[in-house]
């Protein structure tokens, strides 16, 4: 087939995720796409993966995903008429540990968000299901009755086959070399011939960052991820199984021992056994052994000897695997994100090109991410909240070392449970705040947020600050008093919080504000003061939350989240109106946040500044004799000011803050406050999940005003016809854990709202839950109940107003 000049989209990459995302356009009838392979399709890490596809994952998006192509591919064969081996067997998943269990209980909560059947089970029960595996030191496990394993490359070209059908085009052995931009459009480069497009799509697998190389000089990062090794074996047949299978007319569960690390399935009649192993190989990561130009169709070298703990440890499990000898091993490459997630929407920086690659899941979730590939690219947003995957999430600290050390440390923990007072130890210390050696010496126990290290408590002498104290679902640990006595440091008298990272942007220019009026849903302040303003999809969901100062009538700037930094400018930038200048600020001032009854005496004593003006002002001011902006406003909800100011300002500002009294509080007592007064989180309780009004954010919205913002359609809509869900603050009588995202809010049987955010609030002394309701139950005084980590905890509706000072008093004294 010869290479068209012009197409809409071309993807770059013939695996499971590009085929996916090529039959997705296609079939929402984007036809004119076309797919550059370098080879045959499945060449990279497709054609050798195991097929194994759950949908058990511990991100929401992610098991969306996967339940969504799950779903597909059980279609997929007779849609597009073409035969699949798709065997689903559904799969057990054992526990050692009561929080193992506790993790399944919540894994089974989410999977019932999306109509899914998860059963927790007992070991007895695990027997009914996998008659072959020793019980010795299993609490238990967790039923998938969807979980199987379908051939790669089958799918694949099934795929393929439905994306030919609705007119898309896929040319094999045609590499692409090279992109450029010219007029607005992309022009992809091949030794065949040129495409000039209006999207590109990096779905090279683990050849994305060569990929990504090309797309710097337009505004593109180096690509972070990093390639791992991964192995599993096939074992001779096994005459037991083989019995088993004949006698039940189906193959045996797939098992997972996530403890230990493996998976084992029933390939043939035989096993195949494929461990995450902790002595882990990153592959291709020294100069002397750099990635080949081709590695189409191959394999590394075997390596059992890694695998060795492993192997024993599953013989002893089921013992039948030790009958066998192995029949081959596979060896192949996959890459990983520095979280183990895939990266799947917008390329950061680069107008008019996403990504999809980096899928260590790719063939369970290859089918989900064609969708949500598709509808960045068709839509500009996707049906469901996807931050979990979005590229953006990763910004500028990641350097190749620690793309190495972070696949390393995923690769190794696969299995691993993220315990909410956990913090993973590689690849930290890439970004510090200009006091982190102070905040150490005070005890500081550090976190990351979006590569900055911050406080998460402060520790006190003789406190455990081990990890092995953070391997709990639990409230309480050693943290806990020290989180209450900074909450009530912040209640009585005055806290200090070192926040370095807050996302900062700069933009001016003529008619800035009048630009910006027409992208937020509501109103901007008046001159020297600040307001909280959204930004909606076209959908009215909520996209993003920021803070706008507003310093002059054209001249703003705009503060957000840490993590939000490259998503929220991109808010921004890419629909920029000419003249107008926007420039991101981050790394040139950082900020304190100093709350608490008692701030006001603080700053009397080392600051020159207007104290009396009022909530939501900012004035430049001079404090402990440096320059400072003092913005007044409190995120914990109590009297107080952020101090923004230089890094080399800093050290001076925060000596003299604790000099006089202040307490230092970290990011867990933040949370705590700033859930007793209903502030949202980002992408927890702020996501487009939720539109504005459902998100009980109608105060930010004005539908009145002329300007057409994005989602205002939408929204008037809604208001029209009434939301169906509701934000809600709930308080939950809740046991020694706090309700977790998404876990379940039910009337009864029925399940009727989830939880975006929960947590202890120290000042009001209860567990409170903020989450989405139907509308209907979103009256004050409702008693619904929430499962948390499997148990029904009773949980009353509050009225629509802060817990801790609802009146705003405190703030405004
Ligand atoms: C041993 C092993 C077992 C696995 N088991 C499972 C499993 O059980 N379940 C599961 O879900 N996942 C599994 N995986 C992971 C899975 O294989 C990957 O996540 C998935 O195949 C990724 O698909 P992809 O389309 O992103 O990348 P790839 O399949 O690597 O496709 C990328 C394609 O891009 C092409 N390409 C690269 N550069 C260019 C260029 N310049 N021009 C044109 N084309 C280019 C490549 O040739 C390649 O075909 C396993 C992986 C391994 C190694």
Same mark, same amino acid.
């Given at each position: 087939?010869? !290479?068209?000049?012009?197409?809409?989209?071309?993807i770059?990459g013939g695996g499971i995720v590009g085929v996916s995302t090529l039959y997705h356009l296609?079939?929402?009838?984007?036809?004119?796409?076309?797919?550059? =392979?370098?080879?045959?399709?499945t060449?990279g890490s497709t054609w050798h993966a195991a097929g194994n596809c759950p949908n058990f994952a511990m991100s929401f998006g992610v098991m969306n995903m996967q339940r969504y192509g799950l779903e597909l591919y059980r279609?997929l064969?007779?849609?597009?008429?073409?035969?699949i081996?798709y065997?689903v067997?559904?799969s057990?998943?054992?526990?050692?540990?009561?929080?193992?269990?506790?993790?399944?209980?919540?894994a089974?909560?989410m999977a019932?968000?999306m109509?899914l059947?998860? %059963?927790?089970?007992?070991?007895?029960?695990? +027997?009914?299901?996998?008659?072959?595996?020793?019980?010795?030191?299993?609490?238990?496990?967790?039923?998938d009755?969807l979980d199987g394993d379908i051939d790669p490359a089958q799918v694949t070209?099934a795929l393929?086959?439905?994306?030919?059908?609705?007119?898309?085009?896929?040319?094999?052995?045609?590499?692409?070399?090279?992109?450029?931009?010219?007029?607005?459009?992309?022009?992809?480069?091949?030794?065949?011939?040129?495409?000039?497009?209006?999207?590109?799509v990096n779905a090279a697998g683990y050849?994305a960052?060569?990929?990504?190389?090309?797309?710097?000089?337009? @505004?593109?990062?180096?690509?972070?991820a990093?390639?791992m090794?991964h192995?599993?074996?096939?074992?001779?047949?096994?005459?037991?199984?083989?019995?088993?299978?004949?006698?039940?007319?189906?193959?045996?569960?797939l098992?997972r021992?996530?403890?230990?690390?493996?998976y084992?399935?029933?390939?043939?009649?035989?096993?195949?056994?494929g461990?995450y192993?902790?002595?882990?190989?990153?592959?291709?990561?020294?100069?002397? %052994?750099?990635?080949? %130009?081709?590695?189409?169709?191959?394999?590394?070298?075997?390596?059992?000897?890694?695998?060795? &703990?492993?192997?024993?440890?599953?013989?002893?499990? !089921?013992?039948?695997?030790?009958?066998?000898?192995?029949?081959?091993?596979?060896?192949g490459p996959i890459p990983y994100a520095p979280d183990g997630l895939p990266m799947v929407g917008?390329?950061?920086?680069?107008?008019?090109?996403f990504e999809a690659h980096s899928f260590t899941f790719g063939i369970a979730q290859g089918g989900g991410a064609g969708k949500v590939a598709a509808e960045w690219i068709?839509?500009?947003?996707t049906e469901w909240d996807m931050w979990s995957c979005d590229p953006?999430r990763?910004?500028?600290?990641?350097?190749?070392?620690?793309?190495?050390? /972070?696949a390393?440390?995923v690769y190794?923990?696969e299995y691993?449970?993220?315990?909410?007072?956990?913090?993973?130890?590689?690849?930290? %210390?890439?970004?510090?705040?200009?006091?982190?050696?102070?905040?150490?010496?005070?005890?500081?126990?550090?976190?990351?947020?979006?590569?900055?290290?911050?406080?998460? &408590?402060?520790?006190?002498?003789?406190?455990?600050?081990?990890?092995?104290?953070?391997?709990? $679902?639990?409230?309480?640990?050693?943290?806990?008093?020290?989180?209450?006595?900074?909450?009530?440091?912040?209640?009585?008298?005055?806290?200090?919080?070192?926040?370095?990272?807050?996302?900062?942007?700069?933009?001016?220019?003529?008619?800035?504000?009048?630009?910006?009026?027409?992208?937020?849903?509501?109103?901007?302040? /008046?001159?020297?003061?600040?307001?909280?303003?959204?930004?909606?999809?076209?959908? @009215?969901?909520?996209?993003?939350?920021?803070?706008?100062?507003?310093?002059?009538?054209?001249?703003?700037?705009?503060?957000?989240?840490?993590?939000?930094?490259?998503?929220?400018?991109?808010?921004?930038?890419?629909?920029?109106?000419?003249?107008?200048? +926007?420039?991101?600020?981050?790394?040139?001032?950082?900020?304190?946040?100093?709350?608490?009854?008692?701030?006001?005496?603080?700053?009397?004593?080392?600051?020159?500044?207007?104290?009396?003006?009022? $909530?939501?002002?900012?004035?430049?001011?001079?404090?402990?004799?440096?320059?400072?902006?003092?913005?007044?406003?409190?995120?914990?909800?109590?009297?107080? #000011?952020?101090?923004?100011?230089?890094?080399?300002?800093?050290?001076?500002?925060?000596?003299?803050?604790?000099?006089?009294?202040?307490?230092?509080?970290?990011?867990?007592?933040?949370?705590?406050?700033?859930?007793?007064? @209903?502030?949202?989180?980002?992408?927890?309780?702020?996501?487009?999940?939720?539109?504005?009004?459902?998100?009980?954010?109608?105060?930010?919205?004005?539908?009145? /005003?002329?300007?057409?913002?994005?989602?205002?359609?939408?929204?008037?809509? =809604?208001?029209?016809?009434?939301?169906?869900?509701?934000?809600?603050?709930?308080?939950?009588?809740?046991?020694?854990?706090?309700?977790?995202?998404?876990?379940?809010?039910?009337?009864?049987?029925?399940?009727?709202?989830?939880?975006?955010?929960?947590? #202890?609030?120290?000042?009001?002394?209860?567990?409170?839950? +903020?989450?989405?309701?139907?509308?209907?139950?979103?009256?004050?005084?409702?008693?619904?109940?929430?499962?948390?980590?499997?148990?029904?905890?009773?949980?009353?509706?509050?009225?629509?107003?802060?817990? $801790?000072?609802? =009146?705003?008093?405190?703030?405004?004294?």
């Amino acid at each position: 087939m010869s !290479v068209p000049s012009t197409a809409r989209v071309v993807i770059i990459g013939g695996g499971i995720v590009g085929v996916s995302t090529l039959y997705h356009l296609a079939k929402d009838g984007w036809s004119d796409c076309v797919l550059l =392979e370098k080879n045959e399709l499945t060449a990279g890490s497709t054609w050798h993966a195991a097929g194994n596809c759950p949908n058990f994952a511990m991100s929401f998006g992610v098991m969306n995903m996967q339940r969504y192509g799950l779903e597909l591919y059980r279609g997929l064969a007779d849609e597009v008429d073409y035969p699949i081996n798709y065997h689903v067997t559904g799969s057990v998943r054992l526990a050692h540990t009561h929080e193992r269990m506790m993790e399944f209980e919540h894994a089974a909560t989410m999977a019932r968000h999306m109509g899914l059947q998860m %059963d927790v089970c007992t070991p007895e029960e695990l +027997l009914q299901h996998y008659p072959f595996m020793e019980l010795h030191d299993l609490e238990g496990g967790l039923w998938d009755p969807l979980d199987g394993d379908i051939d790669p490359a089958q799918v694949t070209q099934a795929l393929a086959k439905g994306a030919r059908a609705n007119g898309a085009k896929i040319l094999r052995f045609t590499p692409a070399t090279g992109v450029r931009r010219e007029n607005g459009e992309w022009i992809v480069e091949t030794e065949k011939g040129e495409i000039r497009c209006e999207y590109v799509v990096n779905a090279a697998g683990y050849y994305a960052p060569r990929v990504g190389e090309w797309f710097i000089p337009y @505004g593109g990062r180096p690509v972070p991820a990093a390639v791992m090794s991964h192995q599993y074996f096939l074992t001779e047949p096994v005459p037991e199984i083989a019995e088993w299978s004949e006698r039940n007319g189906r193959k045996l569960p797939l098992m997972r021992d996530v403890d230990t690390s493996y998976y084992l399935r029933q390939e043939t009649t035989g096993f195949n056994l494929g461990p995450y192993e902790r002595n882990c190989q990153a592959a291709w990561i020294r100069p002397e %052994d750099p990635m080949p %130009d081709d590695f189409s169709f191959q394999l590394y070298p075997d390596d059992l000897d890694r695998l060795e &703990w492993y192997i024993e440890d599953a013989m002893a499990r !089921v013992p039948l695997l030790g009958t066998q000898g192995v029949s081959r091993n596979i060896n192949g490459p996959i890459p990983y994100a520095p979280d183990g997630l895939p990266m799947v929407g917008p390329m950061p920086g680069v107008p008019n090109a996403f990504e999809a690659h980096s899928f260590t899941f790719g063939i369970a979730q290859g089918g989900g991410a064609g969708k949500v590939a598709a509808e960045w690219i068709m839509y500009g947003q996707t049906e469901w909240d996807m931050w979990s995957c979005d590229p953006r999430r990763y910004t500028d600290y990641t350097d190749n070392q620690y793309c190495i050390d /972070k696949a390393m440390e995923v690769y190794g923990h696969e299995y691993a449970m993220h315990f909410p007072h956990h913090t993973w130890p590689a690849g930290r %210390d890439r970004k510090q705040s200009a006091v982190h050696a102070k905040v150490l010496e005070l005890g500081g126990q550090m976190g990351v947020y979006n590569g900055w290290e911050r406080a998460n &408590w402060f520790a006190k002498p003789g406190d455990d600050t081990s990890e092995e104290a953070t391997q709990t $679902w639990t409230r309480s640990g050693p943290w806990e008093p020290r989180v209450r006595e900074e909450c009530e440091a912040v209640r009585d008298h005055v806290g200090v919080l070192d926040l370095p990272g807050f996302s900062r942007f700069s933009l001016s220019g003529d008619d800035a504000a009048e630009w910006l009026r027409g992208r937020i849903t509501g109103a901007l302040p /008046k001159v020297g003061r600040m307001n909280l303003v959204y930004f909606a999809d076209e959908r @009215g969901r909520i996209l993003t939350e920021m803070s706008v100062l507003r310093h002059g009538d054209d001249d703003f700037t705009l503060i957000t989240a840490a993590a939000a930094q490259w998503h929220d400018f991109e808010v921004l930038k890419f629909n920029l109106a000419d003249g107008l200048t +926007l420039s991101d600020q981050t790394r040139e001032l950082t900020t304190l946040i100093v709350s608490g009854p008692k701030s006001r005496d603080l700053f009397e004593q080392i600051a020159e500044a207007d104290l009396s003006l009022g $909530w939501l002002t900012h004035q430049n001011a001079v404090v402990a004799g440096k320059d400072a902006m003092l913005v007044r406003v409190s995120f914990a909800g109590e009297l107080g #000011w952020e101090v923004h100011a230089s890094f080399e300002d800093m050290p001076t500002i925060y000596a003299a803050i604790l000099d006089a009294g202040a307490k230092p509080f970290g990011m867990y007592a933040l949370n705590s406050l700033r859930l007793e007064k @209903g502030y949202r989180a980002w992408k927890g309780d702020l996501s487009t999940d939720y539109t504005l009004l459902e998100g009980g954010l109608d105060r930010f919205v004005r539908l009145d /005003k002329p300007q057409d913002f994005p989602g205002k359609a939408a929204l008037m809509n =809604e208001k029209q016809q009434g939301s169906t869900r509701r934000f809600v603050t709930m308080i939950i009588d809740a046991g020694d854990c706090d309700a977790p995202y998404m876990s379940a809010v039910m009337r009864g049987d029925d399940l009727v709202g989830e939880i975006t955010s929960g947590g #202890w609030g120290y000042r009001v002394n209860a567990s409170i839950g +903020l989450g989405i309701v139907r509308s209907d139950l979103a009256e004050p005084g409702t008693e619904l109940e929430v499962e948390i980590y499997g148990k029904r905890c009773k949980a009353t509706v509050q009225p629509d107003a802060p817990l $801790w000072d609802p =009146e705003n008093e405190r703030i405004r004294a």
